[in-house]
């Protein structure tokens, strides 16, 4: 059965995939950062394949320079439902195959929304990135930096 979802999951994110547009938007603050899309599908691959995020939340990501003042971000945005890890790195992946190597959105078909992939900045006592990968508590530190 575990197999059947998976193949089923899968079938639907290539069906997707085949009609998906992507813009890459590789210059400005993404320019020279020293992480990329690769780096965040390699985190996928380590997190539970079936956990679901929705529209804002922060699904992952990885520290641009070395002091961790910026991170890349993966999130989706207006598609109105959630989405599995296992979609998330389907669609990285046809990010990358479409020539984003960092920052850059992925649309999931008309009036389905995108995936984003961007540079978050940290400020003092603001955005904890490294939380992204425990879904809820992202959301949740999220509403409470905006309630500052």
């Not at 079936?50 to 991170?71: A, P, Y």
């Not at 999130?75 to 850059?104: K, M, P």
């Amino acid at each position: 059965m575990h197999f059947i979802n998976t193949l089923l999951s899968l079938a639907g994110a290539a069906t997707l995939a085949s009609a998906l547009g992507s813009s890459c938007q590789d210059s400005g603050v993404c320019a020279g950062i020293n992480a990329n899309l690769s780096s965040a599908i390699e985190q996928l691959k380590g997190m539970d394949q079936h956990q679901r995020f929705s529209d804002g939340q922060l699904i992952t990501c990885v520290d641009t320079d070395s002091e961790g003042s910026s991170s890349l971000c993966l999130s989706y945005q207006d598609t109105g439902r959630s989405w599995t890890v296992f979609q998330t790195a389907w669609f990285a992946q046809t990010l990358i195959e479409q020539g984003c190597q960092a920052c850059g959105s992925l649309s999931l078909g008309s009036d389905h929304g995108v995936l984003a992939s961007n540079v978050i900045t940290k400020t003092a006592g603001g955005l904890d990135t490294s939380e992204a990968r425990r879904g809820m508590d992202m959301v949740q530190l999220v509403a409470r930096a905006g309630n500052r």
